[in-house]
């Protein structure tokens, strides 16, 4: 693959990815705080540690989502840069 057409599909992706993340982040928020009105986005990194969270119809299967997004964008960037050829390292 060409430098510039990796890069050019990293430009493509990234701000495509960056939308569904938000806009899945936002929702799987949104879920939670139907569960724990008061939680933050800091709690959701530790959502185990509310077991309302678990007991919620869908906040598990969006908070899979969100992390599958997440993977996606890192698989596909580590793919795409997987593919560009080696750089010398630079001098400090």
Do not use: C, W
Not at 16 to 31: D, G, S
Not at 43 to 72: C, M, Q, V, W
């Amino acid at each position: 693959m060409k430098e510039e057409t990796a890069l050019e599909m990293l430009e493509l992706a990234h701000p495509l990815f960056e939308r569904m993340i938000a806009q899945q982040q936002a929702k799987v928020m949104r879920l939670a705080r139907e569960a724990v009105p008061n939680i933050g986005p800091e709690d959701l990194r530790n959502a185990h540690d509310f077991p309302e969270l678990k007991e919620h119809p869908t906040f598990e299967y969006e908070d899979g989502i969100l992390a599958g997004l997440i993977s996606a964008q890192m698989a596909l960037r580590a793919e795409i840069k997987g593919r560009l050829p080696a750089r010398p390292p630079q001098a400090p």
